[in-house]
């Protein structure tokens, strides 16, 4: 059974850090683009960043450009999204995504195919 299985998040404050890692078991991790989304109660899962299978492409939600950075190790099935300077904004619950065959929305939940079960981010003080 392939699952994602996210971990990393945790308590920070404003202008902290934290690493998000993503794990993958029973897949071909370097066929999948994979994304990362984040969610608070009553809104819809927003797009926050995505690479191509071989890393060469990647992609950032203007909320979170020149602070977040996402990276993965294709020899480890994992992939990461670092987030630097956080602000109380980006409190949310983060999902990773896996996207098998690309469709052109890589902003839209619907474009992936596997999810993790999410991991809460809180940025206050």
């Known amino acids: 059974q392939v699952r994602l299985v996210e971990s990393g998040g945790g308590l920070v404050q404003p202008g902290g850090s934290l690493r998000l890692s993503c794990a993958h078991s029973?897949?071909?991790?370097?066929?999948?683009?994979m994304g990362w989304f984040r969610q608070v109660p009553g809104k819809v899962r927003e797009f926050v960043a995505r690479?191509?299978?071989?890393?060469?492409?990647?992609y950032y939600s203007e909320s979170v450009k020149g602070r977040f950075t996402i990276s993965r190790d294709n020899a480890k099935n994992s992939a990461f999204l670092q987030m630097d300077n956080l602000k109380p904004e980006d409190t949310a619950v983060y999902y990773c995504?896996?996207?098998?065959?690309?469709?052109?929305?890589?902003?839209?939940?619907?474009?992936?195919?596997?999810w993790g079960q999410g991991t809460q981010v809180t940025v206050s003080s």
């Open positions: 690479n191509s299978g071989n890393g060469e492409y990647t």
């Open positions: 029973g897949l071909a991790f370097e066929g999948y683009a």
């Open positions: 995504a896996a996207d098998k065959f690309y469709r052109g929305q890589y902003s839209d939940p619907s474009e992936y195919d596997l």
